[in-house]
């Protein structure tokens, strides 16, 4: 019986965790930090992301069978290299292949030299430069992107010449940024989706497409968040559109990793983008999506074990299977955000949706479940397609009280117009 480390403490960490706790090959589950959620399902472990040392101390301890790292900032601190150098088997890329989501630049020229479709682009580390080519271009939107961290500030839309002389200033001669470079790129257009994929050097093994809802209102108004919804599977890319991505796309990138010397073992996200002139990578993430992973993961067939542990280790699947449901995932969240909020609100009624909830943020004091972030709770539904796996979602979501939280009121909107527009098309 194995015991499985997961690294995080969101709610694509209570979507893992959930899968794992399921799998009869478990006998426990740990969780760094964890959160009020996860609790339930996992003993959680007062330990930080990014505490590589302590994270190795307590999984050798523990005599940890599989380590599974959530987010970001743990694999650019190397928690990955640091656990395989100690062999113990863990599902998420070196400090190195990371770079495919932490470098923008490193994102771009490997897409460049391999012929991956993307938004064409320069990069530049001297603001006159940057913004005598801004001046020349003379094209708006552009787009410019740090070539760093940036906390989810790193990209800039900048409608013309004042707006993108104040973001380059801001990026490469303020404080504000590291000493990172800057990427000015075309402006795409179209509807974006995510294609995440287990990868594992050359073998890559897609999982359902979904799409994330950035903006903070409904019609996709307001500024933009981590987040507040996503749904599966996506009726406007057709099957074909599918095949043709996985294969020039994340095929693509996981041959070219392993050909660069940073092969993958873990997941691949590409953030697409369905453009007339065909599907364009907007961007790379080198974990799973959030809030994507909370729609998607669910739907899992195989055996979570079987399928982290294969990729950790380099053992081939057959295929990893799929259940062909619906599902739609809406974000409570506190009022205010992603501006400033309160916490430590008492929130009742979870226990009695019928789905799965899953907590982004949340804490328990006094046996009293509590807000802890700005993203709180995610609420998720299941159906046959993915208007009746909405409208149970909203029929459910009411169940959950809080004073202290809202959410959006039309998530999987994009998959119920692309619908009802082919449906009267097909009545003309
Ligand atoms: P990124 O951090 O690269 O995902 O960028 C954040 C968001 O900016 C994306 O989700 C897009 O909505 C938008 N964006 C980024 N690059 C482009 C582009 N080349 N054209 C249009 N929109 C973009
Ligand atoms: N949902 C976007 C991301 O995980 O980066």
Redesign the pocket.
Known sequence: MKKVLVIGSGGREHAIVYQLSRSKQVVQVFCAPGNAGIAQLARCVDIRDTDVEALLAFAKEEAIDLCVVGPEAALAAGVADKFREAGIPVFGHTKAATRIESS?EFAKELMAKYHVP??AYRSFADYEEALAYVRERNTY?A?L?YDGLAA?K??V?AQNETEAAEALRDMLVGEAFGKGKVVI?????GP?FSFMAFVDHHRVYPMPLSQDH?RVLDGDKGP?TGGMGAYTPLPFISAEEEKWAQEHILQVVADAMVAEGNPLTGVLYG?L?KTPDGIKV??FNARFGDPETEVVLPLIESDAYTVFHAIATGEALDTIAWRKQATVGVVLASCGYPGAYTKGVAITGVEDVDGLVLHMGTKRQDNQLMTNGGRVLMCIAEGDDVKQAQQKVYHEIRKIHCANLFYRKDIAHWAIDSINMSKKHRQK
């Open positions: 923008k993307t938004a939107p787009v992107k989810g790193g990209v839309i790129e075309d402006f795409l257009q974006e950035k933009n953030g983008m907007i961007e």
